[in-house]
Each structure stands twice: as structure tokens, then as C-alpha cells.
């Protein structure tokens, strides 16, 4: 079950430097990873593409993401250019990650990269004051017209708000297409609901090395999938 379930978690990395990324993916290769979120932030542009290339030699499927400043990461270049360095750094790529507002600014560069099979993930990470439920479907719904994945993240006062997340994978059109889940600590738990209600897959961290705030670890988020199956094997994922 173990190497199944492993196609539906991420694991993220962010390395800085060339060297720790190599040690970081040979990390994961041995936990059994299958696919990883490659945050190129961390490392500088000249290191980008190399480490792009390196990802892809060793094997592992990768969403590549290089997050801005303003969306919670740590490129503070201009814009234009790390649009160019996405578009540079995500041959072979199975995913680019791009935010919600650099897609609807980048209409261009979307169908670019989707003309030649590379499928966009829409972002939008919610800080500061959560959604609601009703403008969490907006965004949703408006996001699956340009990208083939919405990913929405909350970051919750109260259980109420952790559940407006979960209350997407209601949607039968959003099953498969949607990662919603809450971030911090206290709500790492909505990570793994979301495998389970739909997600076509979560995000977890290499044991000890969280990339964002509450964030499991890969062989963590395997064993509570696990026992989930395991106590209701007739849920099917």
C-alpha cells in the first residue's frame, strides 16, 4: 500500500545550495518519494536551471515553483524575470506552480506552458484573514478556467474555517482537481483529509525539514493515510 500511496503525497524541498539539493532528492528517493515540489527561492539564478536538470536526472517527477516574496517565499527579484526563469527551468517539468495573480497577468505564458504538456498549478495562500466558504468556490471555480489544479490554503482562527477548505471536494467538478488544505500546526491533519476527500495529492516535508508552517512529514502523512485505509478499507481512494 505504501508505494501507492506515495503517488499522492509531494514532498517539498528547498534546497540552497547545489549540494544540499542533491542530498535533499537522494533523502527522498530512499523515503520512496515518487514526486516533489522543487522550490527554486532558496538558490540563486544562476543555480536554477542546473538544479532543474539535477531533479529530473535523478528521476523524480517535479512541481517546480519558484514563490516571490509577496506569495509568502523568497524570490524578491523582479517580476518579469522570474517569470522567465520559470519558463527556462520547467522543461521536462511534470508542473509549474504559479500564483493566481501572476496566471491572470500571464495568460500568455499559461497556454504556453500547457501547449507543450506541462500542467499549471493556480496558487493562492490566504495569510492573514481567511475566506469564506463563497469566495473560496469563486476562486476555485474562476482558477479551474486557466489552470488544470487550484491549490487553496487557509490559515484558520477556528475549526469553521479549516472546514470551508475541506467543503470543496463537495463539488463533484472540483474531485481531482483541487488541493485545499489548512496550514499551521494545528491543522496539519486537513492535509491528509484532503488526499481522502479528493486531492489528487497533498504536500508534505523530509523528516525534520518543513518547507511551510505545520507541514507533516512524507513518512508521516504515508502512515495516517494508512490507518485511515487500513480502519475503513472500503473508502476508495
Known amino acids: 500500500m505504501r508505494s501507492s500511496l506515495a503517488e499522492k503525497v509531494c514532498v517539498s524541498i528547498l534546497p540552497r545550495s547545489i549540494g544540499e539539493l ?4 537522494e533523502r527522498a528517493l530512499e523515503l520512496g518519494a515518487k ?3 522543487l522550490r527554486l ?8 536551471v542546473e538544479a532543474a536538470r539535477l531533479a529530473h536526472d535523478m528521476g523524480l517527477r517535479r512541481i517546480v515553483t519558484l514563490r516571490p516574496s509577496w506569495e509568502g517565499g523568497f524570490y ?24 493566481l495573480k501572476a496566471i491572470d497577468a500571464n495568460s500568455r505564458l499559461v497556454e504556453g506552458l500547457r501547449s507543450v504538456g506541462i500542467k499549471v498549478i493556480s496558487s493562492k495562500h ?5 475566506p469564506s466558504g463563497l469566495e473560496l468556490r469563486r476562486v ?6 486557466a489552470a488544470d489544479i487550484v491549490k487553496v490554503i487557509n490559515n484558520p ?30 491543522w496539519c491533519l486537513t492535509r491528509v483529509i484532503s488526499v481522502l476527500l479528493g486531492a489528487p495529492f497533498t504536500y508534505a516535508s523530509l523528516p525534520g ?3 511551510a508552517p505545520g507541514q507533516p512529514s512524507f513518512p508521516e502523512t504515508l502512515e495516517a493515510l494508512e490507518v485511515f485505509l487500513k480502519s475503513w478499507p472500503s473508502w476508495q481512494l
Do not use: H, W
Request: one cysteine or more; hydrophobic letters at 40%.
Open 126 to 130: 490566504y495569510f492573514d484573514e481567511p
Open 76 to 99: 524578491a527579484g523582479d517580476e518579469q524575470k522570474r517569470l522567465e526563469l520559470l519558463a527556462r527551468v520547467s522543461t521536462d517539468a511534470e508542473y509549474v506552480d504559479l500564483e
Open 22 to 25: 542533491r542530498q535533499l532528492c
Open 35 to 37: 514526486l516533489v515540489e
Open 140 to 145: 476555485v471555480a474562476e482558477g479551474l478556467e
Open 209 to 211: 525539514q518543513p518547507v
Open 41 to 48: 527561492d532558496g538558490l540563486q539564478e544562476q543555480e536554477m
Open 157 to 186: 482562527r477556528r475549526a469553521s474555517e479549516a472546514m470551508d477548505v475541506l467543503a470543496l471536494y463537495s463539488e463533484a467538478s472540483f474531485r481531482d482537481r483541487v488541493i485545499s488544505f489548512s496550514m499551521g500546526e494545528r
